[in-house]
C-alpha cells in the first residue's frame, strides 16, 4: 500500500525512492540489491505515469529528444558508480536542493503557470548541463532525481508544470530503463521483489498521471512545492536524528 501511494502521488512530485529504499532497508535487504530493484519497479512506473500524458499529447517530442540522449549517458555512468557514492552524502545534496527548488518556485509566481517562449542560449546551455548531471545521480539511486529534473525543465526551458512533469516521466522511462539493464547485469535486482513492485508501481502511476492530466497548473505547483518541501525536511531530519 505504501509503494501504491507513494508512485501514485509521485507522478507529480517525483523522489520516491526517499521513501521506497529506505523501507527496504528496514526490512534487512542489502542496500545495493534495495536500490538497483527500486530502480527496476520505478521503470514499470515511469512507463505507467507516461502512457495517459502521450495520450493527452503533453510531450513536446522535439525538445524532450537531445534530453532523453543526455539522460542516457549520464544514467549508464551514474550506475556504474554505484559503488562510489556515499550513503551520507546522498540525503543531504537531496534535501539542500529541494528546498532550493522550493524557494526558487515560491520567488517566480509565474514559473511553471505560464510557459516561456523565449529563452536565452545560456539558460538553455545550464538545463542541459543540469539535465545530463542529476542523469548520473538519478542513475544509481534515483531518490529526489526527478524532482529536481521537473524544477530544472521549469527554471531553464520554460516548460509549465504539465509539460515538465509529462517531459520527466517520458525521460524517466530511459534514465530507468538504462540503469536497471546494468544493475541486472551484475546481479543486483531482486526479481520476486521486483516484480511486485513492477505491478504496484504501473498501476499506481498510471492512476496518478490520469488525475495529473485533469488538473491545472497552479494546482500541480501548489502540489510539487508543499509535498517537496515536506520531504525535504524529512530527509533532513532523518539523517540527522537517525
Known amino acids: 500500500m505504501l509503494f501504491f501511494i507513494t508512485s501514485a502521488v509521485g507522478v507529480v512530485t517525483g523522489s520516491n525512492s526517499l521513501i521506497t529504499v529506505p523501507v527496504m532497508f528496514q526490512f534487512g535487504i542489502e542496500p545495493k540489491t534495495a536500490v538497483a530493484t527500486n530502480m527496476f ?76 517562449q523565449n529563452l536565452s542560449s545560456n539558460a538553455l546551455y545550464v538545463g542541459y548541463v543540469l539535465t545530463f548531471l542529476l542523469a548520473i545521480y538519478g542513475g544509481p539511486y534515483s531518490g529526489g532525481y526527478v524532482t529536481m529534473l521537473t524544477a530544472s525543465f521549469v527554471a531553464f526551458f520554460g516548460m509549465t508544470f504539465t509539460e515538465s512533469v509529462a517531459s520527466t516521466k517520458l525521460i524517466n522511462v530511459f534514465s530507468s530503463s538504462i540503469a536497471s539493464l546494468i544493475f541486472m547485469w551484475q546481479g543486483l535486482v531482486d526479481y520476486k521483489l521486483g516484480a511486485i513492485l513492477a505491478v504496484t508501481m504501473f498501476v499506481a502511476a498510471y492512476v496518478g498521471a490520469y488525475v495529473v492530466t485533469k488538473l491545472n ?18 530527509t533532513i531530519f532523518d539523517f540527522y536524528f537517525r
Do not use: N
Open 217 to 234: 497548473d497552479l494546482w500541480l505547483k501548489r502540489i510539487f512545492i508543499g509535498t517537496v518541501l515536506i520531504l525535504a525536511v524529512k
Open 41 to 116: 519497479g520505478l521503470t514499470f512506473m515511469a512507463i505507467g505515469a507516461t502512457i495517459p500524458f502521450i495520450r493527452r499529447k503533453a510531450i513536446d517530442y522535439q525538445k524532450v529528444s537531445p534530453l532523453i540522449l543526455l539522460t542516457l549517458l549520464g544514467s549508464a555512468l551514474g550506475a556504474t558508480l554505484i559503488g562510489f557514492i556515499s550513503d551520507q552524502t546522498i540525503p543531504i545534496i537531496v534535501s539542500v536542493s529541494m528546498i532550493i527548488v522550493t524557494i526558487f518556485t515560491l520567488l517566480k509566481r509565474d514559473a511553471g503557470v505560464t510557459q516561456i
